[in-house]
T-cell receptor, first 114, second 110 residues
């Protein structure tokens, strides 16, 4: 399944580093999402983009900065993270307006903050 | 607020049938998804229910009761490869956002 790809798959960074996560979808979708998945906790929606416009920011700290240059690409810029930000970061895409509006997920980036 | 409950863990034997329950309390409910997630992999879509009743798709079936705020995923003829986490997610609001449960870790034993 290569509909939604994410790079890197694994990332280790210090609290003072700046890094970026990349997501690309090849499904012709118009909406893209960032989720955080921590152990034993539900997936938490972070950001939503519809047609490149941010439509949702679920009270995410400013050390996470999303960017959506076009409908196929989504970035998550990371700066001055905390150890509790260590988690699996999942990207998803969907086609709003379709009956099921199913979200399709990428494999995620496993982030460790030291 | 939004609340999704599902069991944390379940164990079943290869060849058996297992039912994973999910209860939800959401405002503006629009439908319910089930996803399968193997360790270290992406969640993959299994089913979507918007109307009451049972939707069957091969070995997997999903049921929804909107009046009871209840759904279940039924897995038949279990195989070892079915060992995974199963995520229940409710769709709500005009933005059709997903609210996920914590997932049920299913272990299939030989």
């Amino acid at each position: 399944e290569t509909g939604v790809t994410q790079t890197p798959r694994h990332l280790v960074m210090g609290m003072t580093n700046k890094k970026s996560l990349k997501c690309e979808q090849h499904l012709g979708h118009n909406a893209m999402y960032w989720y955080k998945q921590s152990a034993k906790k539900p997936l938490e929606l972070m950001f939503v983009y519809n047609f490149k416009e941010q439509t949702e920011n679920n009270s995410v700290p400013s050390r996470f900065s999303p960017e959506c240059p076009n409908s196929s690409h989504l970035f998550l810029h990371l700066h001055t993270l905390q150890p509790e930000d260590s988690a699996l970061y999942l990207c998803a895409s969907s086609h709003p307006g379709q009956h099921t509006d199913t979200q399709y997920f990428g494999p995620g980036t496993r982030l460790t903050v030291l | 607020g939004q609340n999704i409950d599902q069991p944390t863990e379940m164990t079943a034997t290869e060849g058996a049938i297992v039912q994973i329950n999910c209860t939800y309390q959401t405002s503006g409910f629009n439908g319910l998804f089930w996803y399968q997630q193997h360790a270290g992999e992406a969640p993959t879509f299994l089913s979507y229910n918007v109307l009451d009743g049972l939707e069957e798709k091969g070995r997997f079936s999903s049921f929804l009761s909107r009046s009871k705020g209840y759904s279940y995923l039924l897995l038949k003829e279990l195989q070892m490869k079915d060992s995974a986490s199963y995520l229940c997610a409710a769709v709500s609001g005009s933005a059709r956002q997903l609210t996920f449960g914590s997932g049920t870790q299913l272990t299939v034993l030989p």
